[in-house]
């Protein structure tokens, strides 16, 4: 439908509570997420949340095969995710361990943070037409659940680095490396 500006960290719109989705299937959900889908494809993005389009709903999207591609070329080494449209989600870690790693984002461009995230998590919602989603997941996709579910509390992910010296620019951080944002 269209490719929408992704708002940068410092919008004040980025730090807001979205709200639930209160109906499903109604012309208004199908073009946001319509939307949403162009802008993260254009943007070869791993995820996408309402949020970062100005849009205050409890709405993500995430995974790599909206792109046609089993794995990101932004994350070659992590597992393939499949595409998930996840509405008014709710996580739940499934213990305590974490994982640090190395995540970037569409409303930070350029940049990159060493960001701890829970290793399992099972999260709940709904796809679009309003059937439940329950999943248990691990690793990078349990990091990408965590990233964009943050964006509808209003969080981005640098006030969750523990060590500000692992937060910068790309180009400083990973010399001759090409990276682009999440």
């Known amino acids: 439908m269209a490719i929408r500006e992704v708002l940068k960290m410092g919008d004040p719109r ?7 989705v209160g109906q499903f299937g109604t012309p208004e959900l199908e073009k946001l997420l319509l939307d949403m889908q162009d802008t993260m494809r254009h943007l070869n ?3 996408l949340a309402a949020p970062q389009i100005g849009v205050g709903l409890r709405v ?3 995974g790599f095969e909206h792109i046609g591609f089993e794995h990101s070329s932004r994350y070659p080494e992590a ?14 870690p499934l213990g305590e361990a974490l994982d640090e790693d190395w995540e970037g984002c ?12 829970y290793r399992e998590l099972r999260y709940t919602g709904f796809d679009a037409a309003g059937a439940p989603i329950d999943r248990s997941v691990k690793d990078f996709h349990a990091r990408v659940v965590q990233h964009e579910v943050d964006h509808l509390d209003g969080i981005l992910y640098p006030r969750r680095i523990r060590d ?4 910068g620019f790309n180009e400083a951080l990973f010399p001759g490396e090409i990276l682009v944002d999440e």
């Open 14 to 20: 980025l730090l807001a509570v979205a709200q639930p």
């Open 45 to 47: 993005g791993a995820g």
């Open 60 to 62: 993500v999207i995430f």
């Open 79 to 92: 597992e393939s995710v499949p595409f998930t449209i996840l509405i008014n989600p709710q996580i739940k």
């Open 106 to 117: 569409l409303s930070v461009p350029g940049m990159r943070g060493l960001v701890p995230r």
């Open 164 to 167: 500000l010296s692992q937060f």
